[in-house]
């Protein structure tokens, strides 16, 4: 009773039974794929979830120390303390290698499925008008994630991280004129430095995840203002929408994908050895591990480097190094380019009205195409990014294997858009359209012995189709 006067004295005041109704009756669309933006969103629930946790643990210090912990093949070696803090955590914390593991995993699966996510916002023209914002915030989310990820990556100061440090001070040195100051505020001073730990941890632990929570928040906010987009299917147009609504069919739905990413998360961290800092050693400035390979989404930049042939520009009494090419002007035209995509094809095609339907890919020959090829563009730079152990696994020179990328680098993009064309046409032209109507339709035997179906089927599906079944 009391429960319910508390109720209704709050609704009288602000509505919210109203509110409630409404908001618990939005419906979201069915298909598995609208799934992959939750995916990335749990993952990054449970990398604040395990990262808060190490922070208890961690001592973000550059600081020389001697290691005289539990691991003994490292006692007596000079360290930072920001090592000797990840070892104690893989061996002394409790639960300290599960929660390491399953931070790093996350950290991975999240920047998947956000690829994965604006993939599929790409190839079904979700980020046509009035969706443009979202993409443009979808991308920013996408380069956040893997600025975190390596800020995080680096933390441990380990020779492998220390590596890949020493890769992104040379990137941040070639960019001509502000180079230098750019690369002494980030680090500190000149590569190595003792402050270059610390400054990673604010980066990693308060500054890009706060961009990230806020980003996140505008595009679920967004996303939630606007109508969901649907595959097209008979019954559905730009005015309406199909699925289930918030409560309690997607709720329960959505909950479910959070512990299901959750456990998928948790037995990869107990079960899948990733990282083991431990067998690298301390960062030591002089030395160089062999087969030095970033994580995935870090790969397709380091094979831009690998690949780049030895050019660099000179003029007016300026250099432009080697590693700008590859390391900053290719991705800021990639980027720039994804950026104004929405914009470049709305102003191509001369479509610029609202759109709530979405594409097949097979429909938009020209853009699949050029997906595709771009696909390919950075699986050729990613494999590239692991030349050295390809060359090494196979047996092949390396220098020949480098050569082998870089036409590949060229030719295959080309080949995979045009193949991927030639599909899309041939495609579009036959009289398969799954995405128009439902997979089945239900067969009803008659008290005559006769067979008949639900409906029109060439109404529901848009073809002609055969039905057959025996008694």
Same mark, same amino acid.
């Given at each position: 009773?009391?429960?319910?006067?508390?109720?209704? %004295?709050?609704?009288?005041?602000?509505?919210?039974?109203?509110?409630?109704?409404?908001?618990?009756?939005?419906?979201?669309?069915?298909? %598995?794929?609208?799934?992959?933006?939750?995916?990335?969103?749990? +993952?990054?629930?449970?990398?604040?979830?395990? =990262?808060?946790?190490? #922070?208890?643990?961690?001592?973000?210090?550059?600081?020389?120390?001697?290691?005289?912990?539990?691991?003994?093949?490292?006692?007596?070696?000079?360290?930072?303390?920001? &090592?000797?803090?990840?070892?104690?955590? +893989?061996?002394?914390?409790?639960?300290?290698?599960?929660?390491?593991?399953?931070?790093?995993?996350?950290?991975?699966?999240?920047?998947?499925?956000?690829?994965?996510?604006?993939?599929?916002?790409?190839?079904?023209?979700?980020?046509?008008?009035?969706?443009?914002?979202?993409?443009?915030?979808?991308?920013?989310?996408?380069?956040?994630?893997?600025?975190?990820?390596?800020?995080?990556?680096?933390?441990?100061?380990?020779?492998?991280?220390?590596?890949?440090?020493?890769?992104?001070?040379?990137?941040?040195?070639?960019?001509?004129?502000?180079?230098?100051?750019?690369?002494?505020?980030?680090? =500190?001073?000149?590569?190595?430095?003792?402050?270059?730990?610390?400054?990673?941890?604010?980066?990693?632990?308060?500054?890009?995840?706060?961009?990230?929570? =806020?980003?996140? =928040?505008?595009?679920?906010?967004?996303?939630?203002?606007?109508?969901? #987009?649907?595959?097209?299917?008979? /019954?559905? #147009?730009?005015?309406?929408?199909?699925?289930?609504?918030? %409560?309690?069919?997607?709720?329960?739905?959505?909950?479910?994908?959070?512990?299901?990413?959750?456990?998928?998360?948790?037995?990869?961290?107990?079960?899948?050895?990733?990282?083991?800092?431990?067998? &690298?050693?301390?960062?030591?400035?002089?030395?160089? +591990?062999?087969?030095?390979?970033?994580? %995935?989404?870090? /790969?397709?930049?380091?094979?831009?480097?690998?690949?780049?042939?030895?050019?660099?520009?000179?003029?007016?009494?300026?250099?432009?190094?080697?590693?700008?090419?590859?390391?900053?002007?290719?991705?800021?035209?990639?980027?720039?380019?994804?950026?104004?995509?929405?914009?470049?094809?709305?102003?191509?095609?001369?479509?610029?009205?609202?759109?709530?339907?979405?594409?097949?890919?097979?429909?938009?020959?020209?853009?699949?195409?050029?997906?595709?090829?771009?696909?390919?563009?950075?699986?050729?730079?990613?494999?590239?990014?692991?030349?050295?152990?390809?060359?090494?696994?196979?047996?092949?020179?390396?220098?020949?294997?480098?050569?082998?990328?870089?036409?590949?680098?060229?030719?295959?993009?080309?080949?995979?858009?045009?193949?991927? &064309?030639?599909?899309?046409?041939?495609?579009?032209?036959?009289?398969?359209?799954?995405?128009?109507?439902?997979?089945? &339709?239900?067969?009803?035997? #008659?008290?005559?012995?006769?067979?008949?179906?639900?409906?029109?089927?060439?109404?529901?599906?848009?073809?002609?189709?055969?039905?057959?079944? +025996?008694?």
């Amino acid at each position: 009773m009391i429960t319910r006067r508390i109720a209704r %004295w709050i609704d009288d005041r602000f509505g919210a039974a109203r509110f409630a109704q409404t908001v618990l009756g939005k419906v979201f669309p069915d298909h %598995w794929s609208f799934m992959l933006g939750e995916v990335a969103l749990y +993952s990054f629930v449970m990398l604040v979830l395990t =990262g808060t946790y190490l #922070t208890f643990f961690f001592s973000a210090s550059g600081r020389q120390v001697v290691y005289h912990g539990s691991y003994a093949p490292l006692r007596g070696q000079h360290m930072s303390a920001a &090592y000797a803090s990840v070892i104690d955590i +893989s061996f002394k914390v409790r639960a300290g290698m599960v929660m390491r593991q399953m931070h790093h995993w996350a950290a991975l699966v999240f920047i998947a499925a956000i690829v994965v996510h604006l993939c599929r916002v790409f190839f079904t023209g979700a980020f046509r008008r009035p969706r443009e914002i979202n993409w443009i915030i979808g991308l920013t989310l996408l380069l956040l994630a893997m600025a975190n990820g390596f800020t995080g990556y680096s933390l441990p100061d380990d020779q492998l991280s220390g590596t890949g440090l020493r890769i992104m001070f040379s990137i941040l040195l070639s960019i001509p004129i502000l180079g230098t100051w750019i690369a002494f505020l980030f680090f =500190g001073g000149n590569f190595p430095t003792q402050e270059i730990v610390g400054r990673l941890f604010v980066f990693h632990v308060m500054l890009v995840p706060g961009l990230l929570i =806020g980003l996140l =928040g505008a595009h679920l906010a967004i996303l939630w203002h606007q109508k969901h #987009t649907q595959f097209p299917r008979a /019954g559905r #147009t730009e005015r309406n929408i199909e699925g289930s609504k918030l %409560w309690p069919v997607y709720a329960l739905r959505s909950i479910a994908l959070f512990f299901l990413v959750a456990a998928v998360l948790a037995a990869l961290g107990g079960l899948v050895q990733i990282n083991p800092v431990w067998l &690298y050693g301390p960062f030591r400035p002089a030395s160089v +591990s062999a087969a030095s390979q970033p994580d %995935w989404y870090i /790969g397709w930049l380091e094979g831009a480097l690998r690949l780049m042939p030895p050019w660099e520009v000179r003029a007016f009494n300026h250099t432009i190094p080697n590693p700008f090419f590859p390391g900053v002007l290719m991705p800021g035209i990639v980027f720039t380019l994804l950026y104004l995509w929405p914009f470049l094809e709305a102003r191509v095609t001369k479509d610029r009205e609202p759109h709530n339907l979405l594409d097949r890919p097979r429909d938009r020959a020209i853009r699949t195409a050029i997906g595709a090829g771009g696909l390919m563009f950075f699986l050729v730079l990613f494999l590239a990014g692991g030349n050295d152990v390809l060359a090494n696994t196979f047996h092949l020179s390396l220098y020949a294997m480098t050569i082998v990328l870089r036409i590949a680098l060229v030719i295959a993009p080309p080949v995979v858009a045009f193949i991927a &064309y030639r599909l899309c046409r041939e495609l579009a032209k036959g009289p398969v359209k799954p995405l128009q109507g439902p997979v089945g &339709y239900t067969v009803r035997r #008659t008290e005559e012995g006769a067979y008949e179906t639900d409906g029109d089927h060439e109404e529901l599906a848009g073809d002609e189709a055969d039905v057959s079944a +025996s008694p």
